[in-house]
């Protein structure tokens, strides 16, 4: 079991930045995908970001890409999201979750094994 820990929500204004760290216990994530999810209020989830097990490929939502960047550290067992420029519309509750594939990360969040409980965000404009 992987258990996952969200932390660096908050309030921040339109055009600023936050990280949201994502802590992993229970056992090493080495081997697994990792990804970032959000959900706006009143929406259903949707991908944000993943990265692949060694950290050598990522994947981005188009209304993300070139101002969030994913990254990770397995040797501290966390990944990581760098959210630049935010929007408005990126308010929402964003979750860190895990996945076992090892091949090209999941877009969707049905495959993902483990998730965290989420971390508000919210932009004001």
């Known amino acids: 079991q992987v258990q996952l820990v969200e932390s660096g929500g908050g309030l921040v204004q339109a055009g600023g930045s936050l990280r949201l760290s994502c802590a992993a216990s229970g056992r090493t994530i080495t081997f697994l995908a990792m990804g970032w999810f959000r959900q706006p209020p009143g929406k259903e989830r949707e991908f944000v970001a993943a990265?692949?097990?060694?950290?050598?490929?990522?994947y981005y939502a188009d209304t993300v890409k070139g101002r969030f960047t994913i990254s990770r550290d397995n040797a501290k067992n966390a990944a990581y999201l760098q959210m630049n420029s935010l929007k408005p519309e990126d308010t929402a509750v964003y979750y860190c979750?895990?996945?076992?594939?090892?091949?090209?990360?999941?877009?969707?969040?049905?495959?993902?094994?483990?998730w965290g409980q989420g971390t508000q965000v919210t932009v004001s404009s």
């Open positions: 990265i692949t097990w060694s950290g050598g490929s990522t």
């Open positions: 979750a895990a996945d076992r594939n090892t091949g090209v990360p999941h877009t969707t969040a049905g495959p993902y094994d483990y």
